[in-house]
T-cell receptor
Framework: TQLLEQSPQFLSIQEGENLTVYCNSS?????LQWYRQEPGEGPVLLVT?????EVKKLKRLTFQFGDARKDSSLHITAAQPGDTGLYLC??????????????FGQGTILTVHP | SAVISQKPSRDICQRGTSLTIQCQVD?????MFWYRQQPGQSLTLIAT?????????ESGFVIDKFPISRPNLTFSTLTVSNMSPEDSSIYLC?????????FGQGTRLTVV
């Protein structure tokens, strides 16, 4: 069973603060994605990381894929109330019986207070 | 990318009845995935639906409870049968791109 351990489960911070969300696994993933979901909507892709050690930036969001492709982090700088939502990491493995499936982390509910 | 239309967006159903959720994709896809999600929590895969073959169910989910149809490469349905309050949840359909997944907006089901 592939597991993605995501932490923390809850984050409640003030506007302007920084935060980091982590996803860790003992399994190797061919790619890892981060999604953000708002109430009443499906998850929306933020980024996909594929190469070990890769760092991607999306405005105030920085995503990193571990060298061994077993872990990833999402760092938000100067959080804003609009960042509030459920953040999910998801890992993909190619081939075999798990082809096409994604393994999701437990999710992080982020609340940014003005 | 893919655009997924899912309906209904929400429903309140009586226990013992069944609800069919529809998922329409704007492009042809080989596999479609059905998930269940409690509000604010992660996604649990119910089954993978392939066109022309029976769906593949994950552990804890069975065809009698969650029958799935996949009549063509752009459409799928998930039925939640003989519902109980424990089936109250958000149900999402999804397709995969090269790596990423695209989701419908979800169906919020409440069983009373």
């Amino acid at each position: 069973t592939q597991l993605l351990e995501q932490s923390p489960q809850f984050l409640s911070i003030q506007e302007g603060e920084n935060l980091t969300v982590y996803c860790n696994s003992s399994s190797v993933f061919s790619s890892l994605q981060w999604y953000r979901q708002e109430p009443g909507e499906g998850p929306v892709l933020l980024v996909t990381v594929v190469t070990g050690g890769e760092v991607k930036k999306l405005k105030r969001l920085t995503f990193q894929f571990g060298d061994a492709r077993k872990d990833s982090s999402l760092h938000i700088t100067a959080a804003q109330p609009g960042d509030t939502g459920l953040y999910l990491c998801a890992g993909a493995r190619a081939g075999g019986t798990s082809y096409g499936k994604l393994t999701f982390g437990q999710g992080t509910i982020l609340t940014v207070h003005p | 990318s893919a655009v997924i239309s899912q309906k209904p967006s929400r429903d309140i159903c009586q226990r013992g009845t069944s609800l069919t959720i529809q998922c329409q994709v704007d492009s042809q896809v080989t596999m479609m995935f059905w998930y269940r999600q409690q509000p604010g929590q992660s996604l649990t895969l119910i089954a993978t639906a392939n066109q022309g073959s029976e769906a593949t169910y994950e552990s804890g989910f069975v065809i009698d409870k969650f029958p799935i149809s996949r009549p063509n490469l752009t459409f799928s349905t998930l039925t939640v049968s003989n519902m109980s309050p424990e089936d109250s949840s958000i149900y999402l359909c999804s397709v995969r791109g090269t790596a990423e997944a695209f989701f419908g907006q979800g169906t919020r089901l409440t069983v009373v």
